[in-house]
C-alpha cells in the first residue's frame, strides 16, 4: 500500500466515478443512489453525501459547465401487461438545488432527474467538454452515437449507426463542439457532429475497452483494450501507434487517462485490481521537460510511476482531481474508493 493512499469503502458494488469539476469531490455510483464524496486533503478523510434515487445507475458524468448538473444511465426491469420483463435504459440528467458545499457528512436526500431521455441498450454517456459554447451530451447505445446539442434539445439526433458500439465515448477537447469518437469492438472511430461523417477510423488488433484524448496536445488519443496494454495514436496517421504500453494488466485494460494538466502523467485500471501510474513524457506537449532561466532541462524518464495494489477486486474507473491535477482516485466493483497523490519527487521533477 501506497504511504499517501486512502481508502474509503461503499457497502453496494460500484461501477463509476467521475470528478465534479471545481471541486475536488468525485461521484460513485453503486446500487439505487449516487455519492457524492469530498476529499479534505488538510485532515485527509472523505465526506460522503448519498442521493438516493429509484433506479440503478451504471454510468455518471459531472457537467463541466455546471457544478450542480450530473447526468447518468440508468437501467430498470420493467413488466408489461402480457407478463413479459424488459429493461428500460434511460440518459437521467439531475440538477442539485444547493450549493454543492452545502452537503453535510453521512446524509442523505431523495433526489429525482429533472430531464430524461430513453434510448433502447442505452450504454455511456458524457458532457461536452468545459471549453464547449453549450451543456450537452454524447451518448452511446450498442448499434448507436446520440448527441444532444443542449439540454433544450427535446430528444437526442442521432450521428452514427452501426453495430458494435460497446460504451466508451469521448468528445475531442481541441474540436469540443464538433467531434466525438465511441469505441467500436475493435477500433475507435470519431464522427463530426455537424455533418453526421466518418472524421477518422483508429484500427486495434483487440476489443477496445476505453478511449482519452490527450487534452494538452491535439490529435493524440489513447486506447485501452482486452490485450491488457495501452496504445497511444496520432488521429492524423493512424496506421501504426506512437507508443504502446504492452500488456501492463493481466486482465482488460478498463480505463484510461490523461492528467488534465501534466499530460506526461497517465492513469490506467483493469481488471486484475491493479491501477498504474505512468509517465509518457516522450510523446507529451513537454517531451524535453521544462527550462527554467538558464537551468537545464528536466525530464522524466517514460516507465511505470506507481503501481497500486489496494484494489481486491476489477477496478473499472480511475480519474484524476480537475481540481489538484496531482489527486487520483479510483474505484474496484466491490465498492471500494482508493485516492492516491503522485509523489512529490516526480511532482518536484515536473515542476522545477
Given at each position: ?19 465534479v ?51 447518468t ?17 434511460k ?13 453535510s ?12 431521455y ?6 455511456n ?30 430528444s ?27 469505441a ?24 477496445v ?13 489513447a ?11 496520432d ?6 501507434p ?53 537551468e ?57
Amino acid at each position: 500500500m501506497d504511504e499517501n493512499s486512502l481508502i474509503f469503502g461503499l457497502e453496494s458494488a460500484s461501477r463509476e466515478l467521475c470528478p465534479v469539476v471545481g471541486d475536488p469531490d468525485i461521484n460513485p455510483t453503486g446500487g439505487n443512489s449516487i455519492s457524492l464524496l469530498t476529499f479534505d486533503e488538510d485532515d485527509n478523510q472523505v465526506s460522503r453525501f448519498q442521493f438516493l434515487t429509484k433506479v440503478e445507475h451504471w454510468r455518471v458524468s459531472a457537467c463541466p459547465q455546471d457544478v450542480s448538473k450530473f447526468a447518468t444511465v440508468s437501467q430498470e426491469i420493467s413488466k408489461s401487461e402480457d407478463g413479459k420483463y424488459s429493461c428500460v435504459a434511460k440518459a437521467n440528467v439531475f440538477t442539485l438545488e444547493n450549493d454543492i458545499a452545502t452537503y453535510s457528512d453521512q446524509s442523505q436526500k431523495a433526489l429525482d432527474p429533472t430531464l430524461q431521455y430513453k434510448i433502447d441498450n442505452l450504454a455511456n454517456l458524457t458532457w461536452k467538454p468545459e471549453e464547449s459554447s453549450s451543456q450537452g451530451l454524447a451518448m452511446v447505445s450498442n448499434t448507436s452515437l446520440f448527441v444532444v446539442e443542449d439540454l433544450e434539445q427535446e430528444s437526442p439526433e442521432l450521428i452514427a449507426k452501426t453495430r458494435g458500439m460497446n460504451g466508451p465515448v469521448a468528445w475531442d477537447p481541441h474540436n469540443p463542439n464538433s467531434v466525438v469518437a465511441a469505441a467500436v469492438g475493435h477500433s475507435a472511430r470519431a464522427y463530426d457532429v455537424r455533418s453526421k461523417a466518418l472524421a477518422w477510423e483508429v484500427a486495434h488488433r483487440f476489443n477496445v475497452r476505453d478511449l482519452d484524448f490527450n487534452p494538452n496536445k491535439s490529435f493524440q488519443l489513447a486506447l485501452g483494450a482486452d490485450d491488457g496494454g495501452v496504445k497511444f495514436y496520432d488521429t492524423r496517421k493512424a496506421a501504426s501507434p506512437v507508443k504502446t504500453i504492452q500488456s501492463i494488466h493481466t486482465h482488460w485494460t478498463w480505463q484510461v487517462k490523461f492528467n488534465p494538466v501534466h499530460d506526461q502523467l497517465f492513469l490506467t485500471s483493469g481488471g486484475d485490481g491493479s491501477v498504474y501510474l505512468h509517465s509518457i513524457t516522450s510523446i507529451s506537449s513537454e517531451p524535453f521537460g521544462s527550462m527554467i532561466e538558464e537551468e537545464s532541462a528536466k525530464k522524466i524518464d517514460d516507465g511505470v510511476i506507481l503501481k497500486l495494489d489496494e484494489h481486491e477486486d476489477a477496478v473499472y474507473s480511475c480519474q484524476w482531481s480537475t481540481a489538484n491535477p496531482w489527486l487520483f482516485a479510483s474505484l474496484s466493483h466491490d465498492g471500494r474508493m482508493v485516492i492516491n497523490q503522485v509523489p512529490k519527487s516526480v511532482k518536484y521533477d515536473i515542476l522545477l
